[in-house]
């Protein structure tokens, strides 16, 4: 991932490569923003599951169903994993690497280049503010959704200390509120080994 800059002007300036990391933590963002009834009766049937199973846990079915509604609960993105472990092993065959973007963002909407700088390097429409449907925000990414089939990621570290003059413009110009999903037990566990790992050794 590359990070771009951000102008003085009140503009944002970014330009976003993809990694596999990030493709997948925009298909769970996607996910999350779009298909809430889907989420919410995956969690209450999950639930119901576990429960009928630890009434009946002296049971091996008691115990099947316990692990089933685990199952359930802990596997709510495993389409999304799926869809895009094809797309990146697609990207990969062809050679020509994970996609670009640069996002220029101005008073009236955000100007797209796609692969800014390489020989295909073209000009999209641009997006209006107000075609925006959803915005989502975890710790590395803000999200713009434009429909519920794909959107764009902005790299916080490419915003610098810009971040939250970032949040409120948007929020600002598409009369939206930032959806912040609050990181899983497992995935503060990961962020922090992750941290630790990257911190000098010291005796």
């Given at each position: 991932m590359s990070g771009g800059r951000t102008e003085s002007t009140g503009k944002f300036d970014v330009t976003m490569t993809h990694?596999?990391?990030?493709?997948?933590?925009?298909?769970?963002?996607?996910y999350d923003l779009f298909c809430t009834r889907n989420f919410i009766v995956r969690n209450v049937l999950s639930i119901t599951v576990i429960v009928i199973g630890a009434?009946?846990?002296?049971?091996?079915?008691?115990?099947?169903l316990i692990a089933y509604g685990g199952y359930l609960m802990t596997s709510a993105y495993s389409s999304s994993n799926h869809t895009v472990k094809k797309l990146v092993a697609a990207i990969e065959?062809?050679?020509?690497g994970y996609p670009s973007s640069r996002?220029?963002?101005t008073e009236k909407g955000i100007e797209i280049t796609f692969h800014p700088g390489k020989e295909d390097e073209e000009k999209l429409l641009p997006v209006g503010y107000s075609d925006i449907l959803k915005l989502g925000?975890?710790?590395d990414y803000c999200y713009l959704f434009p429909s519920a089939n794909g959107?764009?990621?902005?790299?916080?570290?490419?915003?610098?200390?810009?971040?939250?003059e970032f949040v409120r413009f948007i929020e600002g110009k598409t009369g939206k509120k930032f959806y912040?999903?609050?990181p899983s037990p497992l995935q503060r566990i990961r962020d922090w080994?992750?941290?630790r790992n990257s911190e000098p050794y010291h005796l």
């Open positions: 990694t596999e990391e990030s493709l997948l933590a925009l298909s769970h963002m996607q009434m009946y846990i002296a049971k091996f079915w008691g115990i099947a065959a062809s050679g020509k996002y220029l963002f925000e975890n710790a959107g764009y990621c902005v790299p916080k570290k490419a915003l610098g200390e810009r971040q939250q912040r999903r609050r080994l992750r941290e």
